[in-house]
């Protein structure tokens, strides 16, 4: 368990670094949106993670409470973002 637990810790800390390179180098303000949409996801994994590794169940209060708070995020950016292709192109 502990091999795995290593495994999946260096593959949250990989992504946790791309998703770091992309907020800060990202072209667009909608790539940084989905960059930090994502880093939330990794937290909410490894969180998840820890909680699964010690069979410790406290956090799932906060695991359900990011997840919905990941969900409507993301739900908001995307109409934002359809809003305003479409007013970008009724110009």
Do not use: H, K, Q, Y
Not at 12 to 29: K, N
């Amino acid at each position: 368990m502990i091999v795995v637990a290593v495994i999946v810790g260096a593959l949250l800390a990989a992504g946790t670094a791309l998703a770091m390179i992309r907020i800060v180098r990202g072209p667009s303000t909608l790539d940084r949106i989905v960059a930090t949409d994502v880093l939330l996801a990794i937290v909410v994994v490894a969180l998840a993670t820890v909680a699964a590794v010690t069979r410790d169940t406290t956090a799932l209060p906060v695991l359900a409470v990011l997840s919905i708070l990941g969900f409507t995020g993301s739900v908001s950016v995307a109409r934002f973002a359809t809003r305003s292709a479409e007013r970008n192109s009724t110009r």
